[in-house]
């Protein structure tokens, strides 16, 4: 067996060690095999002394804290005497060595950022940083007009409607403790700016040129309703007759999956990060950035197949919404957005963690629609010898990969094909002087663009 997530190879006991059992303790559980090479072969020097094994319990327990104990045993590997030391995932987290934390990584310790020690230990009391009181507000700075609003909101999804009055409320949800307001009840419902919640968004005609930005700091719900309405200016629509009364609207992007990204945006963005969420709307695309990475737990593929335990940064800030009827069920939100997109004929959206935070990347109908729809007239009228003739099946595949997924880079695709990166980017240069591919934007951040295809 080789070092994993829950094994590692140590040839003596030494603090190495007791790193690692704080990272399992921080992470699943695991195990450390002393006395063996990094491959986990027995050392024929590795002895074990008569009071070795207590020694080291102790200093395990010394050295860590909250203070943790493994169980110790010696074990036969390849026919010589080794020791295993394990421990199982530790109820309180996060467990420090020397005062610093690390979590199991695959098969190596990461030290853990600020952030994630804080995540870390909010989670093990099964609560959240919106959660906790704070004096550095008073109910004052609570607009009951907008508690009211919500009060409302969730009256129209209820058999038994709200009846208490606006205080109550709060107290019932528990957004006020002990007197003190909640830092989800600051971000729902301040009657003041509210700083944390900061969105920058823009309207860009190039990358670098903006030609119509706006910065919102207000509550969590009128962010909601003010990020679309922006959208909505700086996109186009078109109406549909369809022989009904009344003619049909068709946005560039289904709505109700912008909607739903924009939920997700405000409802689970780490407001601890000092930096803020933005918005930037190009001609064909929008982009989406907020702070707060994924958690560890899951990866971007689970997230877009569905397949994972959903986990809520603000759980108090969750439950509002989901009163209000913002949020449907818990972990779901990825699928609509996944199928609404299908379902307008877009291109699939990009998720991604970058940075300290995550990006959704959406397409507009232009980037595959409307090309595609022009294929069959151009590729016979235009270019049908170029293509049908001269295109090799190398820059045949780069076409078909550009087009399922417009944002991959020269170095992915020379991987895919197995050749050179020179050889992938030569290929791309006359692809582009060929004019049937064209980027949009700069060399990161952008994207490619499929103006013919076979």
């Known amino acids: 067996m080789s070092e994993s997530l829950q094994i590692e190879y140590k040839s003596s006991f030494n603090d190495a060690v007791i790193e690692t059992l704080t990272a399992f303790a921080n992470t699943k559980g695991g195990k450390v095999i002393i006395g063996v090479d990094n491959a986990g072969h027995p050392l024929k020097s590795f002895s074990i002394g008569e009071e070795s094994m207590q020694q080291w319990v102790n200093e395990v327990k010394n050295k860590t804290q909250p203070s943790i104990i493994p169980d110790i045993e010696v074990i036969s590997k390849e026919g010589h005497q080794v020791v295993e030391m394990s421990i199982n995932e530790f109820p309180i987290k996060p467990?420090?060595?020397?005062?610093?934390?690390?979590?199991?990584?695959?098969?190596?310790?990461?030290?853990?950022?600020?952030?994630?020690?804080?995540?870390?230990?909010?989670?093990?009391?099964?609560?959240?940083?919106?959660?906790?009181?704070?004096?550095?507000?008073?109910?004052?700075?609570?607009?009951?007009?907008?508690?009211?609003?919500?009060?409302?909101?969730?009256?129209?999804?209820?058999?038994?409607?709200?009846?208490?009055?606006?205080?109550?409320?709060?107290?019932?949800?528990?957004?006020?403790?002990?007197n003190n307001l909640t830092n989800a009840a600051h971000l729902l419902?301040?009657?003041?700016?509210?700083?944390?919640?900061?969105?920058?968004?823009?309207?860009?005609?190039?990358?670098?040129?903006?030609?119509?930005?706006?910065?919102?700091?207000?509550?969590?719900?009128?962010?909601v309703d003010q990020v679309i309405q922006f959208i909505k200016k700086h996109i186009n629509k078109e109406y549909i007759i369809t022989g009904n009364a009344q003619r049909q609207e068709r946005w560039q992007y289904p709505m109700d999956a912008i909607r739903e990204i924009v939920v997700n945006m405000i409802v689970h963005r780490d407001y601890m990060h000092h930096g803020d969420s933005s918005i930037k709307i190009f001609n064909n695309s929008i982009e989406f950035f907020n702070p707060g990475a994924l958690p560890a737990s899951i990866t971007v593929e689970q997230l877009k197949t569905g397949n994972y335990v959903s986990e809520v940064r603000n759980k108090?800030?969750?439950?509002?919404?989901?009163?209000?009827?913002?949020?449907?069920?818990?972990?779901?939100?990825?699928?609509?957005?996944?199928?609404?997109?299908?379902?307008?004929?877009?291109?699939?959206?990009?998720?991604?963690?970058?940075?300290?935070?995550?990006?959704?990347?959406?397409?507009?109908?232009?980037?595959?629609?409307?090309?595609?729809?022009?294929?069959?007239?151009?590729?016979?009228?235009?270019?049908?010898?170029?293509?049908?003739?001269?295109?090799?099946?190398?820059?045949?595949?780069?076409?078909?990969?550009?087009?399922?997924?417009?944002?991959?880079?020269?170095?992915?695709?020379?991987?895919?094909?197995?050749?050179?990166?020179?050889?992938?980017?030569?290929?791309?240069?006359?692809?582009?002087?060929?004019?049937?591919?064209?980027?949009?934007?700069?060399?990161?951040?952008?994207?490619?663009?499929?103006?013919?295809?076979?």
């Open 95 to 178: 467990v420090s060595f020397k005062g610093r934390y690390f979590k199991r990584v695959q098969n190596s310790n990461h030290q853990l950022t600020l952030g994630e020690i804080t995540h870390l230990h909010l989670k093990s009391f099964n609560t959240s940083w919106d959660s906790y009181s704070t004096t550095d507000y008073d109910l004052e700075s609570i607009s009951i007009e907008k508690v009211n609003r919500f009060i409302e909101k969730a009256n129209t999804l209820k058999e038994n409607p709200i009846v208490d009055d606006p205080l109550t409320v709060l107290y019932k949800y528990e957004l006020i403790k002990e």
């Open 189 to 223: 419902f301040s009657e003041p700016d509210v700083f944390q919640a900061t969105i920058e968004m823009g309207r860009f005609s190039e990358p670098t040129l903006i030609k119509d930005g706006l910065t919102l700091r207000t509550d969590l719900f009128s962010e």
């Open 316 to 454: 108090k800030i969750a439950t509002i919404f989901k009163e209000a009827g913002e949020i449907e069920k818990y972990g779901s939100g990825i699928q609509r957005i996944l199928n609404s997109f299908d379902n307008y004929k877009l291109v699939t959206p990009v998720f991604e963690n970058i940075q300290h935070g995550f990006r959704v990347i959406v397409f507009s109908e232009s980037l595959l629609t409307k090309d595609k729809n022009k294929v069959g007239e151009k590729v016979g009228e235009k270019v049908g010898e170029k293509v049908g003739e001269n295109l090799s099946a190398n820059q045949t595949e780069i076409i078909n990969y550009m087009r399922k997924s417009p944002t991959i880079s020269a170095k992915t695709i020379a991987q895919k094909l197995g050749i050179s990166l020179r050889k992938t980017e030569s290929n791309i240069k006359k692809l582009r002087e060929m004019g049937l591919i064209t980027r949009v934007g700069p060399a990161k951040g952008g994207h490619w663009e499929v103006i013919q295809t076979t």
